[in-house]
């Protein structure tokens, strides 16, 4: 499924609605049990909450903000558990 927004650039940014998306649980939407789809007249239906474009400029940098931090936690998370590793090893030598 595509979701075209050209013609809606000065009232939809498409940051905004990407997260607002990712966000939504699709579930009740969902037709199908062997191939399950989403099919577009239950889409239709569903609503959108559009603040101002300045609005959604500033919610989805703050989301995409939070989405780097997080990223950046995780990966020296893993370092210091690598290094966690590396000093239990060189105490027990």
Not at 69 to 83: A, D, N
């Amino acid at each position: 499924m595509v979701v075209n927004i050209e013609k809606y650039t000065t009232i939809v940014n498409q940051r905004y609605l990407f997260h607002y998306l990712k966000s939504l649980n699709f579930s009740s939407i969902i037709s199908g049990s062997g191939q399950p789809q989403i099919v577009r007249t239950p889409l239709e239906k569903l609503r959108i909450y559009l603040p101002t474009l300045t609005e959604q400029q500033k919610i989805s940098a703050n989301i995409d903000i939070i989405i780097t931090k997080l990223s950046l936690e995780q990966s020296m998370l893993g370092y210091f558990q690598q290094q966690k590793a590396f000093l239990l090893r060189q105490m027990f030598i």
